[in-house]
C-alpha cells in the first residue's frame, strides 16, 4: 500500500507496519514556581491567575508570572493543533508575545520577574522555532500524539530512500542554472505534500486510538 518513497517517508515520521511596589517577601522560592499551576499569584496572593489564554500577569497587582510548562507550543502561539500553519499570523502572535515578556522590559523589575521573563521568553522562542518550520512542526505534532522518532534511527531506514537523498544533494550541489534548482524544488515540496497528507491520516487515526482507548476504562 505504501510504496517506494511514500513508504520511506512513513518510516521518516515513524508512522510505519513582561516592579510593582508594596510586594510583600516570598514565602518560598519563587524559582521553583516556573512550573507551578496554581492559580495563586506568588506576588500578592490573590485569586484569578488565569491558567491559559494572555494571563501572563496577576490581574491584581501586574506582577509576571511564571509560565505555564504543560502549555503547549500550539496553543502559546495561538495556532491550531494542524500541520498547516498560517505562519504569517504565528509570526504576529511571536511579535505579540515578546512585547509582553522579554527580558529587556524587566530590567527594572524584581530579581524574581526578571528570571520568569527569560523563562516565558525561551518558551516563546522554542514554540516559534519549532512551528515555523515544517518538519519540526510535523514531529512536535507527532510527538503531542505520543509518536517520537529516537535520534540516531538513520541505521534502520530505508537504503532507496538515503540514496535518493544523496541524489538529491550532489545534484543541488552541481546546479547552476535556475532551471536546475526549480527541478530539485520541486521534488522536495512533492515530498512535502506527502508528509502533510500521512500527518493528516495520523490525526485520524490518533482520534480513533483514543476512542479505543476510552473504550478500555472500565466503567
Not at 516592579?19 to 500578592?44: E, H, I, T, Y
Not at 491567575?49 to 505555564?68: H, S
Not at 498547516?84 to 529587556?104: C, E, F, I, S
Not at 526549480?182 to 491520516?201: G, P, Q, Y
Request: aromatic share 10%.
Amino acid at each position: 500500500m505504501w510504496g517506494g518513497r511514500t513508504g520511506a517517508l512513513l518510516r521518516v515520521w515513524g508512522l510505519w507496519p513582561a516592579g510593582v511596589r508594596g510586594r510583600r517577601p516570598l514565602g518560598c522560592n519563587a524559582a521553583s514556581l516556573a512550573g507551578n499551576n496554581s492559580p495563586q499569584c506568588w506576588n500578592c496572593g490573590g485569586p484569578g491567575v488565569p491558567k491559559r489564554g494572555d494571563g501572563f500577569f496577576c490581574p491584581q497587582c501586574r506582577a509576571l508570572q511564571p509560565p505555564d510548562l504543560t502549555r503547549d507550543y500550539f496553543s502559546l502561539m495561538d495556532c491550531n493543533r494542524a500541520f498547516g500553519v498560517d505562519t504569517a499570523k504565528l509570526q504576529n502572535r511571536y511579535q505579540q508575545l515578546q512585547r509582553l515578556v522579554h527580558p529587556d522590559f524587566f530590567s527594572q523589575r524584581s530579581q524574581t520577574e526578571k528570571d520568569f521573563s527569560e523563562k516565558h521568553a525561551t518558551l516563546v522562542n522554542d514554540a516559534y522555532k519549532t512551528l515555523l518550520a515544517p518538519l519540526s512542526r510535523g514531529l512536535y505534532l507527532l510527538k503531542l500524539h505520543g509518536v517520537e522518532i529516537p535520534e540516531g534511527t538513520d541505521y534502520a531506514m530505508d537504503q532507496q530512500f538515503l540514496m535518493e537523498i544523496m541524489e538529491i544533494n550532489e545534484k543541488l550541489a552541481e546546479a547552476q542554472s535556475e532551471a536546475a534548482m526549480k527541478e530539485i524544488e520541486s521534488i522536495v515540496r512533492d515530498d512535502f505534500e506527502k508528509a502533510k497528507e500521512i500527518l493528516t491520516k495520523m490525526r485520524y487515526f490518533s482520534n480513533v486510538e483514543e476512542k479505543i482507548k476510552l473504550k478500555k476504562i472500565p466503567l
